[in-house]
T-cell receptor, first 115, second 110 residues
């Protein structure tokens, strides 16, 4: 158990709909990352937040948005869903660990199926 | 981040050591070498990381060459549960994202 919690674990929705994926980082972690993994595809970085502020942005579609709240949990909002958005969405978290490195820990993912 | 090169796949016999190579010839002095693995459709699992020195933990050992251009992850006694995709990633410290490549698909056979 990495300590990163994601909900829901599975979600089925129709095209055109909007969903929200939720992530609770490890206790004390300030950074949250979102990744997408489509079937037989690699892990694609979407976006990173650090202590409530956007830190880095990857290949995130305009239909997708994210935020990190004051209690440090994060939500990934996916709107106008298309069949191609079906994927595993992973949240990860990290915190500064000084000179020993800054390890990123992943949750178990939210499996989104768009029908 | 520096790019890494890993073999696409490798087999390993159960109970034997698995040695997973990774080339990172353009690594910078402030970049760490991280190893993760992903067992089918589960979240990537952190294994180990290092900067210059060899590292060992309860899961694996990481051997980094003196010039830091390559490294080897060693799973000392592979089990069937070690079957997974293993990713070698180099990244700077300071809260920066991980960039995943294709990794090495390791199959442990009985």
């Amino acid at each position: 158990d990495s300590g990163v919690t994601q909900t829901p674990k599975h979600l089925i929705t129709a095209t055109g709909q909007r969903v929200t994926l939720r992530c609770s980082p490890r206790s004390g972690d300030l950074s949250v990352y979102w990744y997408q993994q489509s079937l037989d595809q690699g892990l694609q970085f979407l976006i990173q937040y650090y202590n409530g502020e956007e830190r880095a942005k990857g290949n995130i579609l305009e239909r997708f948005s994210a935020q990190q709240f004051p209690d440090l949990h994060s939500e990934l909002n996916l709107s106008s869903l298309e069949l191609g958005d079906s994927a595993l969405y992973f949240c990860a978290s990290s915190t500064r660990e000084g000179r020993t490195g800054n390890t990123i820990y992943f949750g178990e993912g939210s499996w989104l199926t768009v029908v | 981040d520096a790019k890494t090169t890993q073999p696409p796949s490798m087999d390993c016999a159960e109970g034997r050591a698995a040695n997973l190579p990774c080339n990172h010839s353009t690594i910078s002095g402030n970049e760490y070498v991280y190893w993760y693995r992903q067992i089918h459709s589960q979240g990537p699992q952190y294994i180990i990381h290092g900067l210059k020195n060899n590292e060992t933990n309860e899961m694996a050992s990481l051997i980094i060459t003196e010039d830091r251009k390559s490294s080897t992850l060693i799973l000392p006694h592979a089990t069937l549960r070690d079957t997974a995709v293993y990713y070698c990633i180099v990244r700077v410290d300071d809260d920066y994202k991980l960039s995943f490549g294709a990794g090495t698909t390791v199959t442990v056979r009985a």
